[in-house]
């Protein structure tokens, strides 16, 4: 006989109920990290985040190959199977995702593709929320200027930056298509099976004097500085607020929380209060 | 904001359920297809592009979806450019090359093929005048900055703002450089009012002859000289030929050529000062291998509404058919249903499921529109068919 599975998700967001067991998992960005809570997140804002759980042991770092084009195995499939063993191993009824950056993109697609791949939607059907921090949901023109070349020539991304799958993929009008064919959350088309909000950082400052710019690493806010030159007013250094507020059902800028701005990189630290927010929306 | 869970699983092996007696049922005829709608008229029993998704289990999934705000963009991508790149050899740039910026603040990025630029090294002659590059730069980064930012970039690469130096500008390098090393001048001349734009005439053909990109370039006081090429997903390059359509816009048809997936127009164009922008975005081509069928059955029962469409398919894969449940195109919630699952060539039925919880749950009325009815593709990634406006219930 055939086997096969019919699911019947309600489109509203769940409310933890008084016996669920809620985790979260950090999904990382554009990378293909062995040991993101380390390198890509750092310890401090996963155990300050973690806190706001009942069980603070209910949490996972995803290392998944986020170098590929989100459909991919090693990209949304390999993301699957870790929150899958997750919610197994640790009997989650109630999971929240935070991601950075490119891991909204892959997470979306699996929203956006719930009959691609037989173990989505279980993870739907228990995913309350994704929280998704500095989303290049419309790309970056970053991705645009790093995949540029002549136009008889080939793709210089080899001389000038990344030529891998997922900076292709991040192109301006490359995510064009995908949120007109293959991705739902971007305004016009249907809404995610799930809430997704943003978190939106909004600028980056890098005063040698201030402190504060030395959160995340100073070094790192000066190249932000210069590809910010590529960026809206409004940009974390990395993606426009245009591109990060794209998706999803609302954002959360910065400024509502913090008097400081968020970089592309201090979103993924303790910076600023940014872990409290993620803490309390546990 | 908190919601209420209303979620329900069934796993089933074997026969589907049957329909309660009390079911009406009818058979109708689908919207026929509209302007930007997808639709195949022939098949192909062959597809060229690698399997991506060779998934063999069946997975049916309805859920409720709020409407996002908004109306979207209509139509293809437009893509605008302020930037161009341009590739000399190390001993070229020993000697200066000539950079064009049509306003101060253009932001240089020079990358070589071996050895490391020192930003410190290089020399700008503006307005007959030689200075460092340091000198008429507010921001000076080498590659480690721009990788710390997580730009991963060369080892050699060095960007600049020039604040001090616009117009006709020569770039020289004072350093030590391979006289072979192949480097790249990239311009990005961001506070310029010059613009060149490119949209592909849809985001996706069946047909390469349909396929065809406008060029425009907004306030040119004189001809400007396009150059082109369509660049496949495998990396090859059809060069394209430009008509001139009047009004401003080139249009170009790409040649005939095989290769599905995702494609890009990459453009160039000189005006009469010799200003240049490079401009690209992309389009789809899709080998047609699965289409819809024009009638579709409707069962409603207490439980809820069935939809029954048929596909043809020409070449065995994973297929999906989904559709939405809207109240008459008022824009609020729908009801989205989907069905995927591995289909042998030939005419197949795909059951759209439509509960009626859900549909309550949506506030859908009885008077219901079907749509963005769409077969998918999931073997080779690429969307069959769309009707965006199927029929009325």
């Not at chain 2, 008429?136 to 060369?154: E, F």
């Not at chain 2, 795909?350 to 077969?375: C, P």
Request: aromatic share 8%; proline share 4%.
């Amino acid at each position: 006989m055939r086997k096969f599975t019919i699911l019947l998700l309600a489109g509203l967001g769940l409310a933890a109920t008084a016996n669920a067991n809620t985790g979260v998992a950090f999904v990382h960005g554009t990378g293909n990290p062995s040991d993101a809570l380390n390198d890509y997140w750092q310890r401090p804002i996963v155990n300050s985040v973690r806190q706001g759980l009942p069980n603070s042991a209910n949490y996972t770092v995803i290392n998944c190959q986020f170098e590929e084009y989100m459909w991919r195995a090693g990209a949304a499939g390999c993301l699957a199977g870790q929150l899958q063993s997750f919610i197994q191993s640790r009997n989650i009824t109630d999971l929240v995702v935070i991601t950075h950056s490119n891991g909204a993109n892959v997470m979306r697609w699996i929203l956006s593709n719930p009959t691609w791949d037989g173990r989505y939607p279980g993870i739907i059907n228990v995913t309350r929320e994704v929280v998704a921090i500095a989303a290049s949901s419309k790309g970056t023109p970053l991705a645009n200027a790093v995949i540029s070349g002549t136009v008889f020539e080939a793709a210089l991304g080899w001389i000038l930056g990344y030529a891998n799958d997922a900076v292709r993929m991040q192109q301006t009008s490359w995510m064009a298509y995908y949120n007109a064919y293959w991705l739902y959350g971007t305004s016009g088309r249907p809404g995610l099976p799930r809430p997704m909000i943003n978190i939106v950082g909004t600028d980056v400052e890098t005063a040698f004097w201030d402190p504060d710019s030395y959160c995340g690493g100073y070094a790192l806010n000066v190249g932000l500085e210069f590809t910010q030159n590529w960026l809206a007013s409004c940009s974390d250094g990395f993606i426009d607020c245009s591109s990060q507020a794209g998706a999803g059902s609302a954002s959360i800028f910065d400024g509502s929380f913090t008097n400081e701005p968020l970089s592309h990189n201090q979103s993924r630290r303790q910076c600023f209060g940014i872990d409290v927010v993620l803490r309390n929306r546990l | 904001m908190h919601y209420r869970i209303s979620l329900s699983l069934l796993v089933m092996s074997g026969v589907l359920l049957s329909a309660p007696a009390e079911a009406q049922r009818r058979a109708v005829t689908l919207n026929a297809p509209s302007t930007g709608d997808l639709h195949a008229t022939v098949l192909t029993d062959r597809a060229s592009q690698p399997v991506i998704n060779a998934r063999r289990e069946t997975v049916a999934l309805s859920w409720v979806a709020r409407a996002t705000s908004g109306q979207g963009t209509r139509g293809a991508h437009r893509a605008e450019s302020r930037h161009y790149t341009q590739r000399v050899r190390g001993d070229a740039l020993a000697k200066g090359v000539e950079l064009y910026t049509a306003a101060p603040g253009a932001v240089v990025r020079v990358s070589a093929s071996k050895g490391r630029l020192d930003p410190l090294a290089f020399s700008v002659v503006s307005n007959g005048r030689r200075q460092t590059l340091a000198a008429v730069s507010d921001q000076l980064v080498d590659a480690d900055n721009l990788r710390a930012a997580g730009l991963d970039s060369a080892a050699t690469s060095v960007g600049a703002r020039l604040t001090g130096a616009s117009g006709h500008i020569g770039l020289r390098y004072d350093g030590q450089l391979d006289a072979d090393a192949e480097v790249v001048v990239s311009v990005f001349d961001r506070q310029s009012n010059i613009v060149a734009t490119a949209q592909s005439r849809a985001d996706q053909f069946f047909d390469a002859a349909n396929a065809s990109v406008a060029v425009t370039w907004p306030g040119a006081t004189g001809p400007v000289r396009w150059r082109g090429a369509a660049v496949s997903p495998d990396g090859r390059r059809y060069t394209l030929s430009f008509d001139d359509s009047g009004n401003g816009r080139m249009t170009q048809r790409v040649a005939p050529a095989s290769a599905p997936g995702l494609w890009e127009w990459r453009v160039t164009g000189t005006d009469a000062n010799g200003v240049v922008r490079d401009v690209s975005t992309a389009f789809t081509l899709t080998t047609a291998v699965a289409k819809l069928g024009e009638q579709v059955r409707i069962i409603r029962t207490p439980g809820g509404i069935d939809i029954t469409v048929p596909v043809d398919v020409g070449v065995e894969g994973r297929y999906e058919v989904r559709a939405a449940l809207t109240d008459g195109g008022t824009g609020g919630a729908s009801v989205i249903a989907a069905r995927a699952e591995w289909l042998a060539p030939g005419r197949s039925e795909i059951t759209l499921r439509f509960a009626a919880d859900h549909l309550k749950g949506a506030g859908l009325s009885s008077t219901m529109v079907l749509g963005d009815l769409t077969v998918t593709d999931q073997s080779r990634m690429s969307v069959q068919a769309r009707r965006r406006h199927a029929l009325t219930l």
